[in-house]
Structures are given as structure tokens and as C-alpha cells.
């Protein structure tokens, strides 16, 4: 969020004439307590097919953002290294699933940089809603609140819309923005790049800035406009009672959107104004403190944010893109194999895997190419892990994680599992093999996740080995396939 007269943030526009109706369901919780946001119990149909947003992975990508940050002198201002691999970060996973990426040179930029802008397919080129953050934070930390929290909250809804493919009745347009920090520059050059047919197709535009304030209170842009309906009917069917982002007027990106007489609103938490008592009498949190103690300070990691408030904006906007732009069809399934380099012949991308795990070494051999993922095989106490995040496509009849696995061991007992390889997609254990499963060569084992349709996930394979008497567990060829 940009200081003094201007700010950075996210956004999302709603139609003139419509309707919502939702009842109220009273949470009371504070904005620091992780909590699961229940739904609105009485809604349209567009808001009970409206996904739940994993907090888990919006969560996981603000993690990404701070070790960006951490490797990259601390920060991630615009035109600085840590910006250009934050961007870098979101245009990948958008890429990988399904999105047209494009990269806009801001020239007029202080620190000349690129914004980032994603159209999923589907839905009329004349009716477009816009969702936006800034993606830069200012140079004195790694800006994981200000404004990780508003890219990461639009990247797993991203995410999410492609997973689950519905009817499209608008197109929808997302956008990350540079130079926010030095005066909104980033939006500022987009907008006046769009003529004046362009900027009529765009029927509203909704920004998030700062979603994840660690004493955060429930603002909106225009909280009494019709565009901010569908973000307000979801906070108030939570019993929230959003205010008006008085702190925030002028100061993000929504504001050369709403200059140019395009309908603004918007989701933020707030930045260094100081909550009141009857805030904190509503909302939790401390009265009399900021909103967010670590505006623009280094402190601003991801310590510095409430998963309850974040989780209630990502679902938010979630609730909002469905109202606007998805019909009431059924998902097509997009099919196709959905794990990258699973033969391991590419380097280790998009594997996170414990050193030395993807590997062309001559002690185990693969089942086809010059590599394979082999954990353990130490003979001393050792665990490994290789994961990878997988978005699986909604709408199919059949999802199937399939991989080849050989075990030798040194172990000599018949009846007792001392060492473990787990296989597990997200939170939940599919499949666990032991030094009890050692074979000759390799086995082809499959599995059925089929209760992951829809959803970005982590598959992740981990070995543990005992004190004593090596197990090796090598895989090779992994699949997960959607049909």
C-alpha cells in the first residue's frame, strides 16, 4: 500500500442491477485466530458453487514471497531483483495452468518494471472484470502484508478458477502491478494504455491491498456502491459489518481505474491507522493499535499476518468472481497429465527435494532416462522428502497418481517395517511402503485421488529411515493423470 496520499492494492468490479441475497451468520473470532469461514448458508446457486480458498496454500504462496525476498538483499521493490522473481513466481504458476501471460514494460515507472497481466479463456472479450494487487513492497523488507497478501489472495484464486474450468459468463482478467510503493505507477501506465473501447469493456475493477493485517479490521472500497455488493454480501453473511476503507482512498491501484470512470471496490485490512475501541469490540484484535504494526518496516514477514482475516478475503473474492463472471454449467474436463519432469530427466524443476535426492548416481538405477528420485539408502537415521505442488482439473471421470518404485534393503527381519516411505497428496497419507516391500527391480503402483478434483495441491513423497541396515526407495516415471 502506498504511503500518504497514495496506496497499492487489489481489485474486483461488480454490475449495475444486481442482486444478492444472503443470510447473516455471526462469526466471532479474532483477526489473529485460524479459523475455517463457514459459508453463507442461504445463497444463489453461483454462491454455493463458489469454492472454499485454501488458506494452507495462499499461506504457501506468501512463504515463497518472503524467501524471494530473503534472497534478494530483503525486499522486493519494484525494478529490484526480488520484484522481478516475485513476478517470475506468479507468472509460472499461471502459465502452467492455462492462462494467456502477458508482461507490460511500465517505462514511465520510477523503478521501470513490468506488470503482469492473465486472462483465463472463456466469456465475452466485451465484459471483462478485473482483479488486481500490487506486487512490489518498498525496499525496507520483504512487504509480505504490503502487498504479498493481496498477489498471493488472487494467485490461489487464479488457480482455483482454472482447476475447477466453469462456464464463463464474463471474461475475467487478472493483473499484478510494479511501482505501486513510488505513486500507483504501475496501473497508472495500464490504464492510460487502454483506449477507450478497451477500457469500456472493462465492467468493473476490484483491488486487494493488504487482506492479511495482523490486527486487521474488514474494509471496502465503496463499501455502499453496487460493485462492492457481491464482496460485502460475503462479509456480511460472516457477521462481520464492514466499513468504509477511509484510510485507503486514493492511496492503491484502484484509484486511476476509478478516474478513468471505471467501477472500483476492493478488500483491505488496513496499514498504520490505529484501530478503535468499538473496531475491537466487533472485530477482535487491540484497540488502539495499528492495523498493521509492521507498515513498511522489515518486520512485515510472514509473521505479520492473521490467517483469519486472510482466509476471509481470499473466500471473499472467491464468493464475488463467481457471482460476476461463472455460469451455472458443468466444469469440461481438461484431462492430461499434470506433473511436471516426472521422469526426472529435466533438473529438479518444479521437485523441491532434499539434497542429493534427484540424482544420476550409479548405486541405484533408473527405470528409464539417466535419473530417478532416490531417498534414503543411508543406514542411519535420515529423513528425505521430494514434493511438488499439482493443480488437479475438475469435471473428469478418473484421476489416477501413478509412479514406479524399487526397494532394496539391507534389513533382514520378515515382520517389522523400520523404514517408511509415505505418499501423500496435501494433509492426507494415500500410501505408506516399508524395507517389507523390497523387490528385485521396479513396481508400478497407482493411486486414486479423485477427492482432489479441482484442487492445487501437494503431492509429496517422504522416506525415514532407522539407525541401522540401509533402505533405498527410488522412484521413477511419476504420473498423475486426469481423464
Known amino acids: 500500500m502506498r504511503g500518504r496520499t497514495l496506496s497499492a492494492g487489489v481489485a474486483l468490479a461488480v454490475f449495475a442491477g444486481m442482486t444478492v441475497t444472503l443470510a447473516a451468520q455471526p462469526v466471532t473470532a479474532s483477526p489473529t485466530t485460524t479459523a475455517t469461514v463457514a459459508r453463507p448458508i442461504a445463497a444463489s446457486a453461483a454462491a454455493l458453487a463458489a469454492p472454499d480458498i485454501s488458506v494452507t496454500n495462499v499461506q504457501a504462496h506468501l512463504a515463497q514471497f518472503n524467501s524471494i525476498a530473503s534472497s534478494n538483499g530483503g525486499n522486493r521493490r519494484a525494478g529490484s531483483a526480488g520484484y522481478t522473481a516475485s513476478l517470475n513466481y506468479v507468472k509460472t504458476r499461471l502459465q502452467s495452468a492455462g492462462y494467456t501471460v502477458t508482461e507490460q514494460y511500465c517505462s514511465t515507472c520510477t523503478y521501470p518494471s513490468n506488470n503482469l497481466i492473465a486472462e483465463w479463456p472463456g466469456g465475452p472479450t466485451d465484459q471483462v472484470v478485473m482483479f488486481g494487487a500490487h506486487l512490489d513492497g518498498v525496499s525496507a523488507g520483504p512487504g509480505i502484508n504490503d502487498n504479498a497478501s493481496g498477489s498471493a489472495t488472487l494467485l490461489e484464486n487464479a488457480l482455483v478458477l482454472a482447476a475447477q474450468n466453469p462456464t464463463m459468463t464474463k471474461k475475467v482478467r487478472f493483473a499484478w502491478w510494479t511501482d505501486e510503493e513510488q505513486g500507483l505507477n504501475g496501473s497508472r501506465f495500464y490504464v492510460n494504455s487502454l483506449t477507450a473501447t478497451q477500457r469500456g469493456y472493462v465492467k468493473g475493477y476490484y483491488n486487494f491491498d493488504m487482506v492479511g493485517s495482523i490486527n486487521g479490521g474488514y474494509f471496502i472500497n465503496r463499501v455502499t456502491s453496487t460493485t462492492a455488493a457481491p464482496l460485502k454480501a460475503y462479509w456480511d453473511s460472516l457477521g462481520l459489518s464492514p466499513e468504509e476503507n477511509v484510510e485507503g482512498q486514493g492511496r492503491s491501484d484502484d484509484y486511476y481505474f476509478q478516474q478513468a470512470g471505471i467501477p472500483t471496490s476492493g478488500y483491505a485490512a488496513g496499514a498504520s491507522a490505529r ?142 517395517a523400520y523404514d517408511r516411505l509415505t505418499v501423500q497428496v496435501g494433509s492426507t497419507t494415500l500410501a505408506t511402503y516399508s524395507n517389507l516391500n523390497a523387490a528385485a527391480g521396479y513396481v508400478q503402483r497407482s493411486l486414486n485421488v479423485a477427492g482432489f478434483a479441482g484442487q492445487t495441491v501437494t503431492l509429496r513423497f517422504t522416506g525415514s529411515e532407522d539407525s541401522s541396515l540401509q533402505t533405498s526407495f527410488v522412484l521413477d516415471d511419476v504420473t498423475l493423470l486426469a481423464s
Open 275 to 416: 484501530k478503535t475501541s468499538s473496531q475491537a469490540a466487533k472485530w477482535g484484535g487491540t484497540a488502539n493499535s495499528a492495523y498493521d504494526p509492521c507498515y513498511h518496516r522489515a518486520c512485515d514477514t510472514t509473521a505479520n499476518v492473521s490467517a483469519t482475516v486472510l482466509n476471509r478475503a481470499a473466500d471473499g473474492v472467491a464468493y464475488a468472481l463467481w457471482q460476476l463472471a461463472v455460469g451455472g454449467g458443468t466444469p469440461s474436463c481438461a484431462g492430461g497429465q499434470v506433473v511436471g519432469n516426472g521422469g526426472f530427466e529435466n533438473g529438479s524443476t518444479p521437485w523441491t527435494a532434499s539434497s542429493g535426492v534427484i540424482t544420476n548416481a550409479s548405486g541405484q538405477p533408473p527405470r528409464t532416462g539417466s535419473y530417478k528420485a532416490w531417498l534414503n539408502g543411508y543406514g542411519s537415521i535420515r529423513t528425505e522428502n521430494l514434493a511438488q505442488s499439482v493443480t488437479l482439473p475438475a469435471g473428469c471421470s478418473s484421476y489416477t497418481l501413478s509412479f514406479w518404485l524399487h526397494i532394496d534393503t539391507a534389513e533382514t527381519t520378515g515382520s517389522t
